[in-house]
């Protein structure tokens, strides 16, 4: 079934500790998205991709790094995490699945740093 | 001003109402998306569309290119129906091709 998945869903973490959030599709669409979410506020981009190997900063700037050695994979990295990083993070990805352009949305990452 | 304009930010119905929410944008896309979010975060698409009208069951939406305005209608509303809809604009061509942009969002409550 096409799809995205993000884990883990829920994170709770110290501060200075280093966290992946991992991010699939299954669509074989080739650009995918981070977007960040503070509670109440809009959704704004932070990373995006638009293949393998391609990596760009967002319209919001963020410490996080994203790599994409495979299509299908996208994930976001906190090297050393703050509480001014507790937010929900969401995964896109974008592009045609059989025939059909789409864009889809993954459940999310809700992330809190004590 | 932001690109992407949400009317209302609230809105409270009594179940079966007819609703629309609105969406006017600034700038050029290549297609508008509308989507869901309820309480826990996830999104779902509930649209994408570049012109002219869709409808999904007791969702209709319509764009219209020259006005750069959306609208999203429910019929017969319901109580289930009740989350943040969201329009998105996706910018058209160059190096922002792809990147969603979005409103703020419109908290629809719809009550029993």
């Known amino acids: 079934e096409a799809d995205i998945y993000q884990t883990p869903r829920y994170l709770v973490i110290g501060t200075g500790k280093k966290i992946t959030l991992e991010c699939s599709q299954t669509m074989g669409h080739d650009k995918m998205y981070w977007y960040q979410q503070d509670p109440g506020m809009e959704l704004h981009l932070i990373h995006y991709?638009?293949?393998?190997?391609?990596?760009e900063k967002g319209d919001l700037s963020s410490e996080s790094t994203v790599s994409r050695i495979r299509t299908e994979h996208f994930p976001l990295t906190l090297e050393s995490a703050r509480p001014s990083h507790t937010s929900q993070y969401l995964c896109?990805?974008?592009?045609?699945?059989?025939?059909?352009?789409?864009?889809?949305f993954g459940s999310g990452t809700r992330l809190t740093v004590v | 001003k932001n690109e992407v304009e949400q009317s209302p930010q609230n809105l409270t119905a009594q179940e079966g109402e007819f609703i629309t929410i609105n969406c006017s944008y600034s700038v050029g896309i290549s297609a508008l998306h509308w989507l869901q979010q309820h309480p826990g975060g996830g999104i779902v698409s509930l649209f994408m569309l570049s012109s002219g009208k869709k409808k999904h069951g007791r969702l209709i939406a319509t764009i219209n290119i020259q006005e750069k305005h959306s609208s999203l209608h429910i019929t017969a509303s319901h109580p289930r129906d009740s989350a943040v809809y969201i329009c998105a604009v996706q910018n058209a061509g160059g190096t922002s091709y792809g990147k969603l942009t979005f409103g703020q969002g419109t908290i629809l409550t719809v009550h029993p």
């Open positions: 896109a990805s974008s592009g045609s699945h059989r025939g059909q352009p789409g864009y889809t």
């Open positions: 991709s638009y293949g393998v190997n391609s990596t």
